[in-house]
T-cell receptor
Framework: QKEVEQDPGPLSVPEGAIVSLNCTYS??????FMWYRQYSRKGPELLMY????GNKEDGRFTAQVDKSSKYISLFIRDSQPSDSATYLC??????????FGGGTRLMVKP | NAGVTQTPKFQVLKTGQSMTLQCAQD?????MYWYRQDPGMGLRLIYY???????DKGEVPNGYNVSRLNKREFSLRLESAAPSQTSVYFC??????????FGPGTRLTVL
């Protein structure tokens, strides 16, 4: 079993839809949780990070962490074609090492 | 600020050839990382350097070597390339525990 599991998609939604992206993880010692966005043929860029259980909001994006279920989510409201990208969850363990999920490819159609 | 730069952008090698991937950052970050990205596998850590003068193995170090030349530069070397090393390679740097900044990647094909 991989330490971090993520549905690869692709996920195709119409413009304006609410998007839900999810990851599960196995190691309860993980403390920091991040979402990276990666456009085609580009490097990943940090979108959001959170430390504790609960929600963190930034504009149209909300990151949610449920440590009891070892489940993290990213919600995108009012999705735009410019949100089309691959979204990678990443979880930090000891020594600032990140473990990445496999990424979910999102396509938002106009 | 150029951020994290990588050279070359693309490379095709024959099995057994060697090459070095270069990475540099101008953000004065202490930590630097090399990842490979394969379809459906996410990013897997090859090697990292927590500070100038130190390097450590990551999840998939076999077939690679690294050099932290100075605080700015962290290179990745393939001594004898194999088709299994066909991948996209990303370098990243990090000032603290919440953000890693990634370069644009090097697309490597080994025939």
């Amino acid at each position: 079993q991989k330490e971090v599991e993520q549905d690869p998609g692709p996920l195709s939604v119409p413009e304006g839809a609410i998007v839900s992206l999810n990851c599960t993880y196995s190691n309860s010692a993980f403390q920091y949780f991040m979402w990276y966005r990666q456009y085609s043929r580009k490097g990943p860029e940090l979108l959001m990070y959170t430390y504790s259980s609960g929600n963190k909001e930034d504009g149209r994006f909300t990151a949610q962490v449920d440590k009891s279920s070892k489940y993290i989510s990213l919600f995108i409201r009012d999705s735009q074609p410019s949100d089309s990208a691959t979204y990678l969850c990443a979880i930090e363990g000891a020594g600032n090492m990140l473990t990445f999920g496999g990424g979910t490819r999102l396509m938002v159609k106009p | 600020n150029a951020g994290v730069t990588q050279t070359p952008k693309f490379q095709v090698l024959k099995t057994g050839q060697s090459m070095t991937l270069q990475c540099a950052q101008d953000m004065n970050h202490n930590s630097m990382y090399w990842y490979r990205q394969d379809p459906g596998m996410g990013l897997r850590l090859i090697y990292y350097s927590a500070s100038e003068g130190t390097t450590d193995k990551g999840e998939v170090p076999n077939g690679y070597n690294v050099s932290r030349l100075n605080k700015r530069e962290f290179s990745l070397r393939l001594e004898s390339a194999a088709p299994s090393q066909t991948s996209v390679y990303f370098c990243a740097s990090c000032p603290n525990r919440d953000t890693q900044y990634f370069g644009p990647g090097t697309r490597l094909t080994v025939l």
